[in-house]
Structure formats: C-alpha cells, structure tokens
C-alpha cells in the first residue's frame, strides 16, 4: 500500500487574514491539509477531491450546505458544539472556543471519556478491526443540572494507532428541557379536549364551561407561564373577533371591535386573517400593535386552529422586551390548536344534538308515515262502507284525527330546537300571583325566541316588552322602569353585560336574566355580571318549566 493511499486528508476551511489554525499542526505528518481561504475555493476542492474530514473555523451558515453529503464533518466552531482534542495522556491538545467556555466538571468528564476511547479502541484492536476510525457516544450530566452528548472520534495513523481523540460536545440542555415542555403540552392538550360523558354529565352548561376556562388558564400558567393573555373566537358570520377569555388584560379590551383583517385591526386582526403567528419583540416600535396590557413591552400571537381553518387567536403578552422565542411560539401553536379542539368540542356538543335530533325525526317519521296512511285509508273506506251508522262513522273519524295528531305529535318531538323547549300556543291564560300584572323586558334578536317567550310570559298574565337588539333595549331601559329583564347576551348593538349594566344603572333592584348558546360567552358577560348581582343564566335551548321557575326565583327574591 503507498504512502498517499494511507495519508488521511483534511480540508480546513480558513479565510484570509484569519489567526493560522491550531488544528494544522496537531494531525502530525500522517495528515495531508488542504487549506481554502473561501467558500467557493473550498467548493472546488471538494468537487475534485476525496476528504475523510473538513475543519471549518468560521460560523458562516454557508458551510452547513457546501458539506452536505460529503464525508465525517468536524466543525470546530459551530457555536452550540464544543470541540477537544486530547492526547493518550488526556492532555488537552486543542479546543475551540465553546469548549473552553464549559464548566471545569464538563471538561474532566469529557478528559475522562476520551482516556477510556483509547482503551476501547486499542482493545478492538485499533483501527485493523473496526475498518477504520469509530465513534463512541456518551453523556454528561452537569452538577447545575445541565445535559451534554459527547461524541469520541480517535485519530488513528497508518500503523493503526491511536494518536489523538476528538471530542464533540453539544449542550443539550435545553434541547431536553424542550422536549420534556413538549410532551406536557401534548399530555395537557389531551386532557384539555377530554369532555367525556362521565367528567361532564354531572355538570350543567355553566360548570362545563367553567372547567374549560380553568383548564386552559392552568395549562398556559403551568407550562408556557403566560400570565396575562386573551383568546378571542372568530365570528364567521361578522368576521369579527370576539373575546372569550381574558387573565390579566385590562376590561377596556372586552369592548374593542377586532375584526379578522390584514390592517387597522391590531396584531390580532392580521394574525386570524394571515393564519400565521406574529411575534412582535417591542410593542412600541410596530404600528400594527393595539394598546392591552398597562407597562406591556412585547406580545406574542397565535392563530387557534381546527381542521387547517382559523377559528380564533391567543394573544399574550410581556411587561419584558423581547420576551418570547421561536420555541415558545411553536409550543404555544401546538396548544393553541388544543385551545381550538376544546372550544369546538363545546359547540358541538349541542350541534351534535341538533343533528342527531334531525336524523333521529327523519328516521321515525319514514318508518312511522306509511302505516299512519294506510290506517287513515281504511279508515275512509270504512266511513263510505258503513253510511247511516253514525256512531260507528263517529269513531272512526276521532282514530283518523288522533293518526293525524299521532304523525305531528311524533314529527314536532323529534325536530331540531334551539329555542324553548315544551311550548305550545294555545292562547290560553293562566294564573300565578308571581308573574301576573309583572312588567318584562325580552330581550333577544332570534325572532323565534323572542316571540316565543313573549307568547309564554303573555299567557301567564305578564305585560311584555320585546327589543332585537342591545342598544333598543338600553332606549327602553332609560324610558320606563320594569319588574324583570330577560337579555340574550350575543346580539347586535350592546351585549348582555352592557344591557345588564344599564338596568342596573337605571334601579339596581331590578332582577336581570341572561340567555346564551351553549358554547362560548362573549365579553365574559355571565362571570362579569354575576359579580354585579345577576339574577340567572339560561342556557339555549331551555324548557319553558326552566324560564318559568328562574323567573318565579328572581322575582321572588326581589320582592323580598
């Protein structure tokens, strides 16, 4: 075998006027070094010739893509790794800069690895056996906590002798930390989308509601220490940005118009139009930044995702510059998404309902449809047959109305509600000393639900008013006083805590009721008003026995 063939060859990338490598000298003679003082030079050499390493001393990020592909890599400076080179005695021969800057525990356990890579290696023989220089992988736990991979290469010569090992350290400290922030996240989102039929069908609306909100502030407390954030629902329908839950954000924010748009509507608009996160370093110096939090430095946004379509945002924010990394954002996108699954799985929970109620109608009356005809058939025929027997002629008309009634009774019990549940105008008055003579305001801008209550509370002797929306409801609140008020909360105009706050305003006696669907509650209207006195919530679609007994409860109490 000739010299050349048993020569190892090592390219060192080094610029001109750079300080001469330590690295040239420390191979011996068994090494042939090429040097190339640029990237283009060493792009050449490495085109026309075979390395079995490449020492590059400069951080320039060009390298990472000029050494794809080709053989072993040291890069003796890349900033996150550490580079030794020792000899059989464990004495350190070199090292870059990165190296030097570790802990004096982290250097005499990498010392320590590099002596036991010599045994190792002259056990196996050198390198005869092992076809060539190997690598030994280890760790290292620093006495302050920290974690550090070590890779061991040894320089082996033509007699297949050791002469030298280089060690490769990285800090993977952080890296571990993520990783394990990580897996909490995906642990916390799991059990942030788990709404089974056990955990909440002991829970009314309220409560499950509730549970959300004190999952996903502990969640985002516990695992991103965010403090001070907002989460705020897309309105397909306004395109508008509706706030669903705040932590340590000012009650100004609540009433701020946001909509889903590329400018003029703060950090948030843009991120739910773009869908693309906005980590925005200094508040002051970005124009798209709409005044929140009181002394807030930075502020991070993330679109909240559901099946790649962008239903809301979570925005936090910093009293510190700068404040959040590339890592937050990403761990803050893989919850937000779980944010999203959540909220959803709250609609559709009564969504689902609607359906299955649906299907469930269409499926009983085809089964039922077809008999119920026939028999009303038969039952014409047999009216014809039998002429002159009254009586007879007289049953057989009242089982014809009672299929007629049977058909629509089993087609109104199976049909989709979303409003008051169990009511039947039927225009007949009734008698309660609680409700009689009571003057109500309803409040509401679904015409079904609106009208409907209206007819309830009007049979029962009650002197109703009836507004479609926020800011009619706040005119008649200031021009006449009322026994009760019963206010939708997500409306057009004012919302139900603005309503509530002006009949308040106007007598702070005067019982206030508020309805919402089941799912979200803007402007936390139901936690705000509750502090204030409020009455009750109910939840749509509710039985008329529910809205009877709350207002029975309310007028009650404010008559005592």
Not at 10 to 16: E, M, N, T
Not at 57 to 72: H, M, R, V
Not at 393 to 415: F, G, P
Request: proline content about 4%; overall charge negative; charged content about 25%.
């Amino acid at each position: 075998m000739s010299q050349a063939q048993q020569t190892i060859r090592v390219l060192l990338i080094q610029p001109d006027g750079e300080t001469p490598h330590a690295a040239a000298g420390f191979f011996g003679p068994s090494v042939d070094l090429v040097r190339a003082a640029t990237v283009g030079e060493a792009s050449s050499l490495l085109a026309d010739n075979n390395f079995d390493y490449v020492i590059a001393s400069t951080n320039n990020p060009t390298f990472e893509s000029l050494l794809a592909g080709t053989a072993p890599v040291d890069e003796l400076d890349a900033g996150c790794e550490g580079v030794g080179v020792f000899d059989s005695s464990g004495q350190l021969v070199w090292a870059n800069p990165a190296f030097l800057s570790f802990a004096e525990d982290i250097r005499a356990g990498v010392e320590k690895a590099c002596v036991e890579t010599f045994t190792w290696t002259a056990r196996r023989g050198g390198g005869s056996k092992a076809g060539g220089s190997v690598e030994r992988r280890s760790s290292l736990q620093a006495s302050g906590g920290g974690e550090f991979h070590l890779t061991m290469t040894p320089i082996i010569d033509m007699d297949h002798q050791v002469t030298q090992v280089v060690a490769v350290v990285r800090d993977v400290t952080r890296a571990r930390a993520r990783s394990k922030q990580l897996d909490a996240i995906n642990h916390a989102g799991r059990e942030l989308v788990r709404m089974d039929a056990e955990q909440v069908s002991q829970l009314n609306t309220e409560e499950r509601l509730a549970l959300l909100e004190e999952k996903i502030v502990r969640y985002l407390h516990d695992l991103m220490h965010f403090d001070n954030f907002s989460i705020h629902v897309l309105d397909r329908k306004t395109n508008k940005l509706e706030p669903v839950l705040m932590t340590g954000m000012p009650q100004a924010l609540q009433t701020l118009d946001l909509f889903a748009l590329p400018e003029g509507n703060g950090i948030a608009g843009y991120v739910a139009y773009h869908g693309r996160s906005y980590n925005c370093p200094d508040v002051a110096a970005d124009s798209r930044y709409f005044r929140a939090m009181d002394g807030a430095r930075s502020s991070l946004t993330v679109p909240l995702r559901l099946n790649d379509q962008v239903i809301g945002i979570l925005n936090v924010e910093n009293t510190e510059p700068d404040a959040f990394d590339q890592d937050q954002c990403t761990m803050a996108e893989i919850l937000g998404r779980d944010i999203a699954a959540a909220l959803h799985i709250l609609d559709l929970m009564v969504t689902e309902r609607y359906t299955t109620t649906g299907r469930l109608g269409s499926d009983v009356m085809a089964g039922v449809t077809t008999p119920l005809n026939e028999i009303m058939t038969d039952i014409e025929n047999l009216v014809v047959d039998y002429v002159g027997h009254d009586d007879l002629r007289h049953r057989l008309n009242r089982i014809s109305t009672n299929a007629v009634t049977i058909r629509e009774s089993i087609k109104d019990a199976t049909s989709p509600r979303r409003g008051v549940l169990g009511h039947r105008s039927t225009g007949v008055k009734r008698s309660d000393p609680t409700l009689t003579g009571k003057k109500l305001l309803v409040i509401d801008d679904e015409d079904m639900i609106r009208e409907t209550v209206h007819d309830v509370l009007t049979s029962y002797g009650c002197e109703v008013s009836v507004a479609n929306n926020g800011d009619r409801a706040v005119e008649l609140i200031r021009e006449q006083s009322y026994d009760l008020v019963l206010s939708d909360i997500k409306m057009p105009g004012r919302n139900g805590y603005e309503v509530f706050a002006a009949v308040k305003e106007a007598n702070a006696a005067t019982p206030v009721i508020l309805m919402t669907g089941f799912g979200y509650d803007p402007n936390h209207s139901i936690v705000r008003a509750r502090r204030d006195g409020l009455a009750a919530v109910l939840f749509k679609p509710f039985k008329v026995d529910q809205l009877l007994g709350e207002l029975r409860a309310a007028l009650h109490t404010s008559a005592g």
